[in-house]
T-cell receptor, first 114, second 115 residues
Framework: GENVEQHPSTLSVQEGDSAVIKCTYS??????FPWYKQELGKRPQLIID?????GEKKDQRIAVTLNKTAKHFSLHITETQPEDSAVYFC?????????????FGGGTRVLVKP | DTEVTQTPKHLVMGMTNKKSLKCEQH?????MYWYKQKAKKPPELMFV???????INESVPSRFSPECPNSSLLNLHLHALQPEDSALYLC??????????????FGPGTRLTVL
């Protein structure tokens, strides 16, 4: 099945700086790569996703890049703000045999210091 | 309505109790999921229903029993749980993969404590 590795596990940045989180996946048939943000005590919420026919996607201060050859994708947050402090999870679905399953990375705890 | 709802928000139960968790969505999604999440860990998939049929069971112990009465509702029946089953139980829904692989919407979760 799919295996997703996520780094770093914790990330501390100064407000206004950029944050980058990286994920690698194992199944070359994965075609959809979501990023979820989970604030303390809250549900995971999708913040951005990318499909395998696109190399980059941007939404205001967040962007995701995908390198299918290397099987890795990254989340970029620019001009970080204290409200960006949360745990971020990447995920990948694997091939069709995986059905509707999403495999999550281990998570990155981001702390934005004012 | 773009929300998944779950009840109860909190549940404390003894090891001999029987209880049920409930999940509901009205987004027309035909795939629904149960996840278990321990502190500081990612969601761990337990079950997937696709078109109201159980399509994935991730080798979950039989003390957890899922049920999908219709396309909007998902239940998780609990019986004879162990203290290590204490966790946040998240429900999610999405369109099934045979359509476009779409976003999974998560409910707020049920915080379960087993004494």
């Amino acid at each position: 099945g799919e295996n997703v590795e996520q780094h770093p596990s914790t990330l501390s940045v100064q407000e206004g700086d950029s944050a980058v989180i990286k994920c690698t996946y194992s199944d070359s048939a994965s075609n959809y790569f979501p990023w979820y943000k989970q604030e303390l005590g809250k549900r995971p919420q999708l913040i951005i996703d990318i499909r395998s026919n696109v190399g980059e996607k941007k939404d205001q201060r967040i962007a995701v890049t995908l390198n299918k050859t290397a099987k890795h994708f990254s989340l970029h947050i620019t001009e970080t703000q204290p409200e960006d402090s949360a745990v971020y999870f990447c995920a990948a679905p694997g091939g069709k045999a995986a059905g509707n399953k999403l495999t999550f990375g281990g998570g990155t705890r981001v702390l934005v210091k004012p | 309505d773009t929300e998944v709802t779950q009840t109860p928000k909190h549940l404390v139960m003894g090891m001999t109790n029987k209880k049920s968790l409930k999940c509901e969505q009205h987004m027309g999604h035909r795939a629904m999921y149960w996840y278990k999440q321990k502190a500081k860990k990612p969601p761990e998939l337990m079950f997937v229903y696709s078109y109201e049929k159980l399509s994935i069971n991730e080798s979950v112990p039989s003390r957890f029993s899922p049920e999908c009465p219709n396309s909007s509702l998902l239940n998780l029946h609990l019986h004879a749980l162990q203290p290590e089953d204490s966790a946040l139980y998240l429900c999610a829904s999405s369109q099934p993969r045979d359509r476009v692989h779409n976003e999974q919407f998560f409910g707020p979760g049920t915080r379960l404590t087993v004494l």
